[in-house]
């Protein structure tokens, strides 16, 4: 990518103030929307939650001895501090490699919970002290307070894979009739599976085709970037974006809605402004009147200052015209950025794109240059990162659905680095939801709390506060 920048709060990342964030969430509240749904890709199994703990497994099994702060041990010395813990499951607590690998057996593989080849969404991540709780659990539990639609009723689209639909609907049993009491909501919640055509196969680490255990070559979903389809088919205008594995314990919802609001609110005031905009220049009577070319003044100016968009020089007023037009006239994404302290995650930066104009890309490390000599300094300037925490609107100004197949950089895909059962491969993965398959999107980026951003990467990251 054509980097110019990193975008900091100086230029690119909104920082409001606390009257601003209590204005945008009053515009979430109020302003008029064709529908809202939660959309949470939830289609991974969690054996890259697990892989330390095949490793471990693995090393144990062998004989080896490994040290109290191996991550195989540390599940075991703190084993009762987890969700799915229960004595009948694991028995007593104990010291010892012999626990440790008893505790890792149980956990990973069947007849014991089989975690290592479930999804994430349907582990116990939560203990209350009526109930656990699952990942899909928390988000419904989310979606109540945020999402809800003026009729009462909450849409949640959920990308699986086909394999795990029963466990998904299990799961959902659970809970669903429990929640619409508990809450006064009516759940309407669709589970929808990644293409498979767009799967490629894996390779290992000297990139031959990854084979598993009974010699077949490997095939893998290309990544997040394949859920772009899915997003396409929501109905919804205004749609919330985020992992099934980003959830915290209930008593952080008031500041996980708090800021959802928040970015819900710029969301629909930015695509406000962006329609008047629009409505503008649709009633010019002559595109080469002073008006007109005031009316560009003022949009370039808007894009500039609100989008970091900075167009090419344009002496034909006509041509002119039809950019700005075509620039305002797109899908709009607001993006939380939370101040970046060390977590994983796909930084914010100004872009120049093909046609010479400039925009906001949120980019992993591998799309980024490391032998361009100013990639040392571009990094050093990078102060947030995205948690994948994204709220958009999917509708033209005439009430139109865009087709979002449109706004995307096919040339943006990556190799990414991927584990099967604890082995070490590599994956070719599909312009990601965030990154290249919103490419041509409006993208505004908005700093939101640390506290915000909940991650369970791996299982030790459930002994964290906001998990317990």
């Known amino acids: 990518m054509k980097i110019v920048g990193a975008a900091t709060p100086q230029r690119g990342i909104t920082v409001l103030t606390p009257q601003q964030e209590e ?3 009053k515009y979430a509240d109020t302003a008029k929307v064709a529908g809202k749904c939660k959309f949470v890709p939830a289609s991974g199994a969690a054996s890259r939650m697990f892989k330390d703990i095949f490793s471990g497994l693995e090393k144990l099994e062998k004989g080896d001895s490994l040290p109290a702060d191996a991550p195989v041990m540390k599940l075991a010395s703190s084993i009762a501090d987890f969700a799915f813990y229960s004595e009948n499951t694991f028995g007593k607590p104990e010291a010892g490699l012999s626990y440790a690998k008893k505790v890792a057996a149980t956990l990973l593989l069947e007849p014991g919970l089989g975690y290592g080849a479930k999804p994430k969404g349907v582990l116990d991540f939560h203990r209350y002290p009526t109930e656990v709780r699952t990942p899909l659990a928390e988000h419904l539990v989310e979606a109540q307070d945020y999402m809800r639609n003026d009729d009462g009723s909450v849409n949640l689209c959920i990308t699986i894979s086909p394999e795990h639909t ?4 299990e799961a959902l049993a ?3 009739d429990v929640y619409e009491k508990r809450y006064g909501v009516k759940y309407s919640i669709e589970f929808t599976y990644q293409d498979k055509e767009t799967d490629t196969i894996a390779v290992d ?7 598993t255990d009974d010699g077949s070559i490997l095939h893998r979903p290309a990544g997040h970037g394949a859920l772009i389809y899915n997003l396409n088919n929501v109905d919804a205008e205004l749609v919330s974006i985020k992992n099934i594995d980003n959830v915290s314990m209930e008593r952080m919802l008031p500041i996980t809605a708090k800021y959802k609001k928040v970015l819900m609110g710029k969301c629909l005031q930015l695509r406000d402004e962006i329609f008047e905009l629009l409505r503008e220049f649709d009633s010019l009577p002559n595109p080469l009147s002073p008006a007109a070319h005031s009316l ?3 949009a370039e100016a808007f894009l500039d200052r609100e989008l970091c968009i900075q167009l090419p020089l344009c002496t034909n007023p006509m041509e002119r015209v039809a950019l700005i037009k075509s ?3 797109r899908p709009i ?3 939380g950025m939370v101040k970046n302290e060390g977590e994983p995650g796909g930084g914010p930066f100004v872009v120049a794109g093909k046609d010479g104009s400039t925009n906001l890309q949120i980019l992993e490390s591998v799309q980024i240059n490391k032998e361009d000599p100013q990639y040392g300094f571009i990094m050093s300037q990078v102060t947030h990162f995205n948690p994948v925490d994204l709220v958009c609107s999917l509708r033209r100004y005439n009430g139109e659905k865009f087709d979002l197949l449109k706004y995307v950089d096919e040339d943006a895909g990556f190799i990414s680095s991927k584990s099967y059962q604890g082995r070490e491969l590599k994956a070719l993965e599909l312009p990601g939801l965030w990154n290249g398959a919103m490419s041509d999107w409006n993208t505004l980026f908005v700093e939101v709390p640390l506290d915000t951003f909940n991650p369970v990467k791996v299982v030790l990251d459930l002994l964290r506060p906001a998990h317990r």
Not at 166 to 169: A, M, P, Q, S, T
């Open 205 to 211: 680490m000297e990139n031959k085709p990854f084979k």
């Open 296 to 298: 560009c003044d003022r």
């Open 333 to 335: 994404r607001v993006c």
């Open 166 to 169: 029963d466990l998904f609907k």
């Open 23 to 25: 204005e945008a969430v």
């Open 327 to 329: 620039k305002l006239d």
């Open 174 to 176: 659970k809970v669903k």
